[in-house]
Structure formats: structure tokens, C-alpha cells
């Protein structure tokens, strides 16, 4: 959109159905409110986008549940050459953590059954902030979406992206990835599954 300014939501959509066949595609409805809310629909006056595009809402917790923090906290190697990637998942207001899972892998199937499990313990968030990797965000996508905030949004989760090499606007989680590296790092020795023990306790 920042680059053809005249491309409307119809169109966007249908580039990023290109983008990801075979997935489920947003309706054009979703993509006008993500570019109202990106700053890129032009109304009586013009209004000042988003660098970059980017979905920065930077929108305050102030209940339960009206923003949820989401990150990878680095990975590693196990003690039989599986690759740990930690996910967290956290609510930015009274500071819960729904989900630290030591997984396998960090794509779109294996994180979004995550979040299926949790959405159906906790209800929705109003808002999902996260950092523009993968799988969150695509770099090759409009807006950035990938499949994952893709199917966010068609959750009616509104998104918030921290801006790039910014981890202090999400300093609560990362203060969290500190506390884990604590208590778990160096700790621990073993498989995958003493790690999912140890991130469990």
C-alpha cells in the first residue's frame, strides 16, 4: 500500500491470497479496517501513516485480556541435538502467562495450535503484540501479515507490532525471558520433554 498508494483493500487482498495459496484469505471488509488502522485509508483529510506500513496501535492494558505480549525467548540445542524454540505467551496487564512451551519448531501449524488451545481456556484478546518475525509478521506480505496474524485479525484480534529493534516497548515479556533464563537455563539438562517438564513447573 505504501508503495501504490492507489491500491485499495479489494486489491490488497488478492495479492496476498498470491501470497499464500491454498490459505484462508481475509474478507475485503478486514483489510479496509487494518489500513484505516495503519493510517493508509485516505479520508476528507489525509492521514499520517505508519512508517513503514507497520501495525504499531500501541494500545494500553488496562484490563484482562485487552492485550496479550507473544515472543520466542531464543533457541537451543538439547542434550540429544533437538532444537528447543521456548514460545510465551502473556497477558501485558496482570502480567499471566497463558503458554511457555518448549516446541520443536516456531511454524505457522505448530504455534497456531497454541494459541487454538489457549483461546479456548482464556476467550480473545482485544489486541495480540508482537516483534516482526516469524511467524507473527512476513516480510513479503501487505502489511506484513503472515498466515498466523492473518487469522488473528479474522478472529476480530486487532494487532500491534513493536517497532523494529525496539524489545524495550516490549519490556515486560522480555523481562520474563530474563526470569526464565534464570531459573530454567543452566539448570536443566536433557531432551525436549525434560525441557517441557521444566518450563512447566
Known amino acids: 500500500k505504501e508503495a501504490h498508494r492507489a491500491w485499495g483493500p479489494r486489491k490488497i487482498r ?4 498470491r501470497v499464500h495459496p491454498g490459505e484462508p484469505t481475509p474478507s475485503d471488509s478486514t483489510f479496509k479496517r487494518i489500513l ?4 493508509l485509508v485516505e479520508h476528507r483529510r489525509k492521514r499520517r501513516s505508519s512508517s513503514c506500513g507497520r501495525l504499531e496501535n500501541r494500545i ?3 484490563h484482562p485480556n485487552d492485550v496479550w505480549t ?3 525467548k531464543g533457541w537451543w540445542y538439547t542434550t540429544d541435538g533437538t532444537r528447543c524454540e521456548p514460545l510465551t505467551i502473556r497477558d501485558a496487564y496482570s502480567r499471566f502467562v497463558f503458554c511457555a512451551a518448549a516446541l520443536d519448531n516456531a511454524q505457522t501449524p505448530t504455534v497456531r ?4 488451545r489457549i ?3 482464556y476467550g480473545l484478546p ?3 503484540r508482537s516483534d516482526n518475525g516469524s511467524p507473527f509478521a512476513s516480510t513479503q506480505a501487505p502489511l506484513g501479515l503472515s498466515r498466523l496474524s492473518a487469522w488473528w485479525i479474522a478472529l476480530g484480534i486487532d494487532l500491534d507490532r513493536i517497532p523494529p529493534g525496539r524489545p524495550d516497548q516490549n519490556g515486560g515479556h522480555e523481562r520474563m525471558h530474563r526470569d526464565i533464563a534464570q531459573e530454567v537455563q543452566g539448570r536443566y539438562d536433557g531432551d525436549l520433554r525434560t525441557w517441557r517438564a521444566a518450563l512447566d513447573t
Open 126 to 128: 482485544r489486541v495480540i
Open 60 to 62: 494500553p492494558a488496562e
Open 119 to 121: 483461546f479456548a481456556t
Open 14 to 17: 488478492t495479492l496476498y491470497a
Open 36 to 39: 484505516d488502522k495503519a493510517g
Open 70 to 72: 507473544v515472543d520466542f
Open 113 to 116: 495450535r497454541q494459541f487454538e
